[in-house]
């Protein structure tokens, strides 16, 4: 006797809420599926539906069944299409949304990477700095920046990522360094995409609202400016490191820096991870630690 045997049928049955319902989802007939339920039934001992003319519900012992009959189907679906991809080549379309400036710097040259490599691969990349609803819009990948608020989605790290407030000598000689977080509000702040900079202090993390007289949402835009003298800036460590090193920037209050949050890769919640975005996801953690940004700062 298949100790599995009756076990799908039970779910379909309880998730359609019908043996009919449950037999056309399943592709069998509706008679196939009661006498499964029936014999699972009898080999437990138990009734697992309330059945009637109208309505099929399930009883108390079969909602406790359910809970533990669902992991296990999906761990057995899961396993199955895992090994399937195993042997399959990435193909069909990749939907990826990233940040404009990150996306074309870091993660648009691996994609080429891997669509030269994989030519049934066919991908779609979306570079914008809204976030994206990846569920609703039909995306298999995001990639994100910073601290992640809680979601419907999935995280894996691809990178560290460290912000530094920093400014250019000449701005310092002629302003003075800050000395305390309260001293930003007597500095001109160039000011990017926010303009509250995150610090750490006191054991916790801080947002400080900046002020100054310049503003752009490109990153490297404002490390242009930076470097010109024009003020200070908060920025992530693969636009500045290079820079602290030659001495062209000088990093400030060290105490305060946030502690490392991270480069992300986020998808769906799904137990499988199809082959496709799983190579991505490798790649793209592979060269990230091979570009110079990062292995500059992993040493620093």
């Excluded at 009734?47 to 009637?52: G, T």
């Excluded at 496709?276 to 996801?281: E, F, N």
């Amino acid at each position: 006797m298949n100790r599995w045997e009756g076990l799908e049928e039970f779910v379909a049955v309880a998730e359609t809420g019908g043996f009919t319902a449950a037999a056309q989802r399943l592709g069998v007939s509706s008679s196939h599926v009661s006498r499964q339920v029936a014999r699972l039934e009898a080999r437990m001992q138990t009734r697992l539906f309330h059945r009637s003319t109208r309505l099929v519900r399930l009883t108390e012992a079969g909602q406790t069944f359910l809970q533990h009959c669902r992991p296990l189907q999906d761990g057995y679906d899961e396993a199955l299409r895992t090994v399937q991809d195993l042997g399959e080549s990435p193909k069909g379309l990749l939907r990826i949304t990233c940040a404009v400036a990150y996306g074309e710097r870091f993660v648009v040259p691996v994609i080429n990477e891997l669509v030269a490599e994989h030519p049934q691969l066919h991908v779609e990349i979306e570079l914008d700095n809204e976030s994206r609803d990846l569920v609703q819009e039909g995306f298999d990948l995001a990639i994100r920046l910073g601290r992640l608020a809680d979601s419907r989605l999935v995280a894996v790290q691809l990178a560290p990522r460290t912000l530094y407030l920093c400014a250019a000598p000449s701005y310092l000689e002629r302003h003075g360094e800050p000395a305390t977080l309260a001293e930003l509000a007597q500095h001109n702040c160039l000011i990017g995409t926010s303009d509250t900079w995150t610090f750490h202090a006191e054991g916790r993390e801080l947002g400080v609202r900046v002020h100054g007289n310049w503003r752009c949402n490109s990153g490297q835009a404002v490390l242009d400016a930076a470097l010109r003298g024009f003020g200070l800036c908060q920025l992530p460590d693969y636009y500045v490191l290079e820079h602290l090193r030659r001495g062209a920037l000088r990093a400030l209050l060290p105490a305060a820096q946030p502690p490392h949050n991270a480069v992300w890769a986020l998808f769906p919640q799904r137990r499988h991870l199809s082959s496709k975005v799983r190579l991505v996801v490798e790649r793209l953690r592979a060269r990230l630690a091979e570009r110079p940004e990062y292995r500059e700062a992993a040493g620093a």
